[in-house]
């Protein structure tokens, strides 16, 4: 009889190689904390988000700095398509710029113009009260008539 040939082994895979050991990444420079330096950094900050994501490096990249009062940066988005995504992520904007100058950031998104007033609740008495400053604004024998009569505008 013949012999049955031996099962067949896999051979082992040769142990992958190890990776090359990771080198260390030099530090980042610190920014200092101040409005001149931050705004000299920003084109940089903006680029080094736009690699985390691009859509929100390119909102920062669109805003000014208007001020920085430790631990608050004010910055100016430059419309409110750039605002939103500030607004939404900011905590990722803030640790940039944490890591940047090495202590803690608050972001702070300024209007143009300064900041908008809340708006009122209309109400319907409101509404009429309005109507009725405007008419008194156009006619000065009607504003002394509703102001001695206590007049309102009835609908």
Do not use: M, N, Y
Request: hydrophobic share 50%; charged share 25%; with cysteine.
């Amino acid at each position: 009889a013949v012999p049955a040939p031996a099962p067949r082994r896999e051979a082992a895979a040769p142990p992958a190689p190890a990776p090359p050991p990771a080198v260390p990444a030099a530090a980042p420079e610190r920014i200092a904390f101040t409005q001149a330096a931050l705004t000299a950094a920003w084109p940089a900050l903006a680029e080094a988000l736009k690699r985390e994501s691009f859509f929100l490096g390119t909102a920062l990249a669109g805003c000014r700095v208007v001020s920085v009062a430790p631990p608050v940066v004010r910055v100016l988005p430059a419309d409110a398509a750039a605002r939103l995504p500030l607004e939404q992520q900011h905590e990722k904007v803030e640790a940039l710029l944490r890591e940047a100058v090495g202590a803690p950031v608050t972001l702070d998104l300024a209007r143009e113009g300064g900041e908008a007033p809340v708006p009122k609740r209309l109400t319907g008495e409101s509404l009429k009260a309005e109507r009725l400053k405007g008419l008194r604004e156009k006619d000065p024998a009607l504003d002394a008539a509703a102001q001695e009569l206590d007049l309102e505008i009835v609908e």
